[in-house]
């Protein structure tokens, strides 16, 4: 995968966003503001691009230029035909396959997704094609931090759905005017008392509870998280090392807002579900596996199982997980999530589908495919940091 999940390896980076001014307690400019991104970070280093939203992610099995109902392009068709991968987000496969899927994934109580049989449908070359769309199969079945309200349930109307998308972007925009109030209330109550007062056990409380909420940001300016932290909680500790800390949340929370109108989330157009940012955590999710039984490599994966490697060589990646959806002959869909460069843990543009072949299909296999991209990240992780 072009944006493969690092998180094993215990590294992390950061990437810049955009500078903002703002008013109040962030008043002024950020030199710079940067967003903890985890291990995927080391892909940015090593000069590896994020991903573009509308192009496929490269797979084994090129299709000849078939066209689809609109007249675009589609990145990969399995053998029989049966399954269309078109990019990274949208993919087809005959009514039948879309059926017996469903048939499959309903009768494993421990999968929490079905495919959706009320899904448009399409001429494809000639062929009936019927969108390929994930859905849980109750609201019962969507687990925390999730939220019901903002994903795609079995039986959802076209209303519903668009309803639940605009929920959710918005949802997104308010959780962080939430968090910038917060921080603007408490810098205006501390600034009240003066900088050289001591700081209170409920504000020191206070404060580390907003920085907790914003963990997902980083730190402009010098100095890192845990040095502020470790001033904030020193005996003796002022209110003018909470201000400090306050005034950067506050710059954050709004230098966010700015990023998140223009993000891949906020880009979205069609209600898809929610995954981690982890391609174990998403595989575990929709499987319903635990972490033991997913961690084992499946010769023929059916619809609610996994496709899984373990790297012989751990120089780059450790090992990935994928979900099967979709079965047609020796090839498979699945949708899998891998470490990428957004700030959220969870987040609806981070799912993506895929197609491999049969286990003993060469090149062409999941097995295969993933050695191939762990062996070039691990030759750029050398290039970068050396033997």
Same mark, same amino acid.
């Given at each position: 995968?072009?944006?493969?999940?690092?998180?094993?390896?215990?590294?992390?980076?950061?990437?810049?966003?955009?500078?903002?001014?703002? /008013?109040?307690?962030?008043?002024?400019?950020?030199?710079?503001?940067?967003?903890?991104?985890?291990?995927?970070?080391?892909?940015?280093?090593?000069?590896? /691009?994020?991903?573009?939203?509308?192009?496929?992610?490269?797979?084994?099995?090129?299709?000849?230029?078939?066209?689809?109902?609109?007249?675009?392009?589609?990145?990969?068709?399995?053998?029989?035909?049966?399954?269309?991968?078109?990019?990274?987000?949208?993919?087809?496969?005959?009514?039948?396959?879309?059926?017996?899927?469903?048939?499959?994934?309903?009768? %494993?109580?421990?999968?929490?997704?079905?495919?959706?049989?009320?899904?448009?449908?399409?001429?494809?070359?000639?062929?009936?094609?019927?969108?390929?769309?994930?859905?849980?199969?109750?609201?019962?079945?969507?687990?925390?931090?999730?939220?019901?309200?903002?994903?795609?349930?079995?039986?959802?109307?076209?209303?519903?759905?668009?309803?639940?998308?605009?929920?959710?972007?918005?949802?997104?925009?308010?959780?962080?005017?939430?968090?910038?109030?917060?921080?603007?209330? %408490?810098?205006?109550? %501390?600034?009240?008392?003066?900088?050289?007062?001591?700081?209170?056990?409920?504000?020191?409380?206070?404060?580390?509870?907003?920085?907790?909420?914003?963990?997902?940001?980083?730190?402009?300016?010098?100095?890192?998280?845990?040095?502020?932290?470790?001033?904030?909680?020193?005996?003796?500790?002022?209110?003018?090392?909470?201000? /400090?800390?306050?005034?950067?949340?506050?710059?954050? +929370?709004?230098?966010?807002?700015?990023?998140?109108?223009?993000?891949?989330?906020?880009?979205?157009?069609?209600?898809?579900?929610?995954?981690?940012?982890? +391609?174990?955590?998403?595989?575990?999710?929709?499987?319903?596996?635990?972490?033991?039984?997913?961690?084992?490599?499946?010769?023929?994966?059916?619809?609610?199982?996994?496709?899984?490697?373990?790297?012989?060589?751990?120089?780059?990646?450790?090992?990935?997980?994928?979900?099967?959806?979709?079965?047609?002959?020796?090839?498979?869909?699945?949708?899998?999530?891998?470490?990428?460069?957004?700030?959220?843990?969870?987040?609806?543009?981070?799912?993506?589908?895929?197609?491999?072949?049969?286990?003993?299909?060469?090149?062409?296999?999941?097995?295969?495919?993933?050695?191939?991209?762990?062996?070039?990240?691990?030759?750029?992780?050398?290039?970068?940091?050396?033997?």
């Amino acid at each position: 995968m072009q944006a493969h999940d690092e998180q094993h390896h215990g590294v992390q980076g950061r990437s810049p966003v955009r500078t903002a001014a703002v /008013d109040g307690a962030a008043g002024g400019s950020i030199a710079y503001l940067q967003r903890t991104v985890g291990n995927a970070a080391v892909g940015r280093l090593l000069g590896q /691009d994020r991903p573009a939203r509308d192009h496929a992610v490269p797979v084994q099995r090129y299709a000849e230029q078939v066209p689809d109902a609109t007249g675009g392009q589609f990145a990969a068709v399995s053998d029989n035909g049966g399954i269309v991968l078109k990019d990274r987000s949208t993919a087809y496969a005959t009514p039948e396959l879309v059926g017996r899927a469903a048939e499959q994934l309903d009768r %494993l109580e421990r999968v929490a997704v079905t495919l959706d049989p009320a899904a448009p449908t399409a001429m494809v070359d000639g062929r009936q094609m019927q969108l390929v769309r994930v859905v849980y199969k109750s609201a019962d079945k969507v687990r925390a931090p999730l939220r019901a309200a903002h994903e795609p349930v079995l039986g959802d109307s076209d209303e519903s759905r668009r309803d639940k998308l605009k929920a959710y972007q918005q949802a997104r925009v308010d959780d962080w005017v939430r968090n910038n109030a917060e921080v603007t209330v %408490l810098y205006q109550e %501390l600034s009240r008392k003066g900088p050289t007062a001591r700081l209170t056990l409920p504000e020191v409380g206070r404060t580390t509870g907003l920085i907790s909420k914003t963990v997902g940001l980083a730190w402009g300016g010098t100095g890192g998280r845990e040095e502020r932290l470790r001033a904030l909680n020193a005996p003796g500790a002022t209110v003018q090392a909470a201000l /400090d800390l306050l005034q950067e949340l506050a710059r954050a +929370c709004a230098n966010r807002l700015i990023e998140i109108s223009g993000d891949a989330e906020s880009a979205l157009r069609q209600l898809v579900i929610t995954v981690p940012n982890d +391609c174990k955590q998403t595989a575990m999710r929709l499987t319903g596996l635990s972490p033991e039984s997913l961690s084992r490599e499946v010769d023929r994966p059916e619809p609610g199982d996994q496709h899984y490697v373990d790297f012989e060589h751990k120089d780059g990646w450790e090992n990935h997980f994928a979900c099967v959806v979709v079965r047609d002959g020796d090839d498979t869909l699945t949708y899998e999530a891998a470490a990428d460069f957004a700030a959220e843990e969870f987040g609806k543009a981070l799912g993506y589908f895929a197609m491999y072949g049969a286990s003993s299909d060469g090149a062409q296999s999941f097995k295969a495919v993933m050695h191939g991209k762990n062996e070039e990240y691990a030759d750029r992780k050398r290039e970068a940091f050396g033997p």
